[in-house]
């Protein structure tokens, strides 16, 4: 069981990238040495899923700290954190990789926002029924995620600035820098063209994260080579 208070920044999560590959980013961008607490899911003989890593071992345990507890999660000393977007604005702030000023904070909360929103696209689909996703998948990648990107992209365009709330990278960033990656690998997988290309900031904005020196230990790590979604996902 997750101990709290704890010695070191807790992120936990099941062991895919998903939600939690933001939060394992900006720990180790701000050079932290974390504890990166995964779960793995179990198949049943009856071709469910075993899942009480979590929700027997670890989860009692930690609503005792905070009653919305879920994954993910982040545990820091005494305080104890769930939600993703409130996961990563709180190792944002902690980590100075939030915005400076009023105008860089609304940035990256509205960055935060849209991000999550075409996550939950993507989640919709991937762990939705089965001819759903085979209904759904050209209608994603069609119009769906360049509804999203072009968005994103005349943010950047509008505000000049590399990243989405001003030239260094803030929370949003690290979770766009996901989506981007993931969809790639999806289109990949499927025998799509890059979603991406046809958006030269967020490519930019991508490629120069994952260039990142700060980043080297992270792409380098196991964390960075877990699957993308879970077992019962159509896209892994």
Known sequence: PVVVPSDKVVVGYWDIRGLAAPLRMVCCYAGVDYVNKTYALKVKEDGGYDASCWFVEDK???????PLMNLPYVVDGSTVVTQSNACLSFLARKFGLW?????????????????FDLRNELARIVYGPKDA????VP???????????????AVLKKQGTKYLA???????????????????????SLGLPSPVEGYPLLKALHAAL???PKLAGYFASPAAALPVNNLMAHFK
């Not at 915005?99 to 991000?115: F, K, P």
């Not at 996703?133 to 759904?136: I, N, Q, T």
């Not at 260094?168 to 969809?183: G, R, S, V």
């Open 139 to 153: 209608v994603h990648f069609e119009k769906t995620v360049p509804g999203h990107y072009a968005k994103l992209e």
């Open 99 to 115: 915005g400076a000023n009023e105008t860089e904070v609304v940035r990256a909360e509205q960055g935060m926002a849209q991000v």
């Open 60 to 66: 009692p345990g930690l609503l005792e700290h905070n």
């Open 166 to 188: 001003k030239d260094t990278p803030t929370a949003p960033d690290f979770h766009l820098w996901e989506m981007i990656d993931q969809h790639e690998l999806w289109a990949k």
């Open 133 to 136: 996703y085979d209904a759904g």
């Open 210 to 212: 994952r260039a990142d």
